[in-house]
């Protein structure tokens, strides 16, 4: 990101994991000019985290 969001900015966070859209709220925890953003989840339901968890695991060597 050319220029990223700043600290402390508040996300809405949407993604499609196969057929299913997952939708988490974050914050950006990071920022680095012509880098990007580093973002914690601040509030993620059960569910999606299941599935996420779920889907990390297949693309990595990673147990998490």
């Known amino acids: ?3 990223p969001l ?3 900015t508040k996300l809405k966070i ?3 994991l ?3 859209k997952l939708t988490f709220k974050g914050k950006v925890v990071n ?3 012509g880098f990007g953003i580093g973002v914690q989840f601040v509030e993620i339901k059960e ?3 299941a ?3 779920q889907f990390l695991q297949s693309i990595t060597q ?3």
């Open 51 to 53: 599935q996420l968890r």
């Open 1 to 3: 990101m050319p220029v």
């Open 14 to 16: 949407s993604m499609w």
């Open 18 to 20: 196969n057929q299913t």
């Open 62 to 64: 990673l147990r998490i």
């Open 31 to 33: 920022s680095r000019p």
């Open 47 to 49: 569910p999606e985290a």
């Open 6 to 8: 700043a600290i402390g």
